[in-house]
């Protein structure tokens, strides 16, 4: 069972990355998929959620308007496709099996699924 994400970098303010999660051993659509990141010396936050029952979305609102959760049934993956990076938005971002109420902050951790993958990395300069 692995959950891996993938697609960080080092990208120009306004440019734009796609991060992928993609699931080996399980199927990814059984679960709600949610992205966090982690800046330095910040606490982790929740940035989107992709629910399995009808795939509706959750979006923090430091990136609502410029990221998009999406999933590929025939691929096992999720992507994030984010633009209008800013240079605020440099941390490490990480793919989770969590409920969508966790990461939005009304549920807490640890009630249903709870699995991480490792982070990437993605760099804004300014």
């Known amino acids: 069972v692995q959950l891996q994400a993938s697609g960080g970098g080092l990208v120009q303010s306004g440019g734009s990355l796609r991060l992928s999660c993609a699931a080996s051993g399980f199927t990814l659509d059984d679960y709600d998929v949610g992205w966090f990141r982690q800046a330095p010396r910040k606490e982790r936050e929740g940035v989107s959620c992709?629910?399995?029952?009808?795939?509706?979305?959750y979006y923090a609102d430091s990136v609502k308007g410029r990221v998009t959760i999406s999933r590929d049934n025939t691929k096992n993956t999720v992507y994030l496709q984010m633009n209008g990076l800013k240079p605020e938005d440099t941390a490490v971002y990480y793919c989770a099996l969590v409920p969508c109420g966790v990461v939005s902050g009304t549920q807490p951790v640890g009630l249903e699924y709870d699995y991480w993958g490792q982070g990437t990395q993605v760099t804004v300069s300014s």
């Open positions: 992709i629910r399995k029952s009808d795939g509706s979305t």
